[in-house]
């Protein structure tokens, strides 16, 4: 089994609550230290961090950047999911590249560039769409 793949709280295949995605940024964090850095941009009004996940060598270095976001209303559930599995092969681009079909030049693109990732930007509205079944717009 890879590295990435043994860090995976299951995003690809589930809807994950908001310590779950969490947890996730925290594990690729401990896992890859010097490609990452995990920002809290602000906190939401019941208390939940907004976490950034930046992924690239010498994350604080200015170059090519991308932003990737998810979840930007309550019930888009599969925005986080997606926004996670952007993440996750960004990773993979630089630590196990033979993972993925791209080829050598976008692999070498995405080593050179840098990507932020808020995998939730609704995570109150989120949680409750988790934990009660209802909508909320």
């Known amino acids: 089994m890879s590295t990435l793949a043994s860090l ?25 230290p010097d490609l990452t850095r995990l920002t809290t941009i602000g906190t939401t009004p019941e208390g939940r961090a907004l976490t950034v996940l930046t992924i690239g060598v010498d994350p604080e270095r200015a170059r090519p950047t991308a932003w990737v976001d998810g979840n ?20 993979a681009a630089h630590v196990e590249p033979d993972r993925l079909a791209w080829p050598p030049a976008l692999i070498e693109a995405a080593r050179a560039a840098r990507l932020f990732v808020l995998p939730r930007m609704s995570p109150d509205g989120a949680e409750c769409v988790l934990t009660t079944g209802r909508f909320v717009r």
């Open 8 to 32: 995976a709280t299951g995003f690809r295949t589930a809807y994950l609550d908001h310590a779950t995605i969490a947890a996730q940024l925290a594990a690729w964090h401990a896992a890859f």
């Open 72 to 91: 930007m209303h309550a019930a888009e559930l599969a925005g986080s999911s997606v926004a996670l599995a952007i993440a996750e092969d960004f990773l």
